[in-house]
Nanobody, 115 residues
Framework: QVQLVESGGGLVQPGGSLRLSCAAS????????LGWYRQAPGKQRELVAR???????NYADSVKGRFTISRDNAKNTVYLQMNTLKPEDTAVYSC?????????WGQGTQVTVSS
């Protein structure tokens, strides 16, 4: 069983930055594939970025060049550094972990980009 707890969301002005964190319980963190997803009101949840256990990453086109996903296996934590934020980045951001066919989700953290 893996529990995921996100933090770091909040209100930020357009052009600003935030760093989201997702801390995981358990001793298998280094084996997990991890991802950040977001869901805006009235829209479907979408993939933002993901990172494999080996450190390979990929991003949604809408965030390429602005967001960076990283992981610290010593701290059991995955991060999402978000720069040059736009109002359309407003959403609930959730962390997801995969281990084989097992899938785990965090509770989500709200990010609001507004002036």
């Amino acid at each position: 069983q893996v529990q995921l707890v996100e933090s770091g969301g909040g209100l930020v002005q357009p052009g600003g930055s935030l760093r989201l964190s997702c801390a995981a319980s358990g001793s298998i963190f280094s084996s997990l594939a991890l991802g950040w997803y977001r869901q805006a009101p009235g829209k479907q949840r979408e993939l933002v970025a993901r990172i494999t256990s080996g450190g390979s990453t990929n991003y949604a086109d809408s965030v390429k060049g602005r967001f960076t996903i990283s992981r610290d296996n010593a701290k059991n934590t995955v991060y999402l550094q978000m720069n040059t934020l736009k109002p359309e980045d407003t959403a609930v951001y959730s962390c997801k972990a995969n281990l084989g066919v097992q899938v785990y989700w965090g509770q989500g953290t709200q990010v609001t980009v507004s002036s």
